[in-house]
């Protein structure tokens, strides 16, 4: 039964964009607050002249980015190939069933097979040859 003053069909789409949204944002969210209450600690603690243990600074630059090296890019190069070659190898499969199902899947499996290639590629030419601690 239709309400008379509203669409319920339009809550499906809105209900999968909150979702995806608050997938994007949460966690961010939540990263930040641990961050700002971590540094109030920190600041508390060096304003009452107490000294900073080496765990919380080690903490502290874990999540520090660092720039790719040649084993990392080669791991990833080789994992997105594993994709590719897994939903082509899917589309094969599904293939004996409906023959019109294989190309587009083997055209789909290219995408992330070729950023794969991309990623090995780019381990032989990266400057960071050895793994940062």
């Known amino acids: 039964m239709d309400h008379p003053f509203f669409d319920f069909t339009i809550l499906i789409p809105i209900t999968f964009f ?6 994007v944002i949460v966690p961010s969210w939540l990263k930040s607050r641990e961050r700002r209450e971590m540094q109030a600690t920190l600041r508390t603690a060096i304003d009452k002249g107490q ?6 600074i ?4 874990k999540n520090v980015k660092v720039a790719p090296t040649s084993q990392s890019d080669l791991r990833a190069g080789v994992i997105w190939l594993a994709v590719g070659l897994g939903i082509a190898a899917f589309g094969y499969m599904v293939g004996f069933e409906d023959s019109d199902a294989f190309q587009p899947l083997v055209g789909i499996g290219s995408i ?3 950023i794969g290639l991309a990623y090995i590629a780019l381990s032989f030419v990266n400057p960071n040859k050895f793994k940062q601690p």
């Open 18 to 23: 909150i979702m995806i949204g608050a997938i």
């Open 112 to 114: 992330p097979a070729i």
């Open 58 to 61: 080690d903490a502290m630059t």
């Open 51 to 56: 000294p900073l243990p080496a765990e919380i």
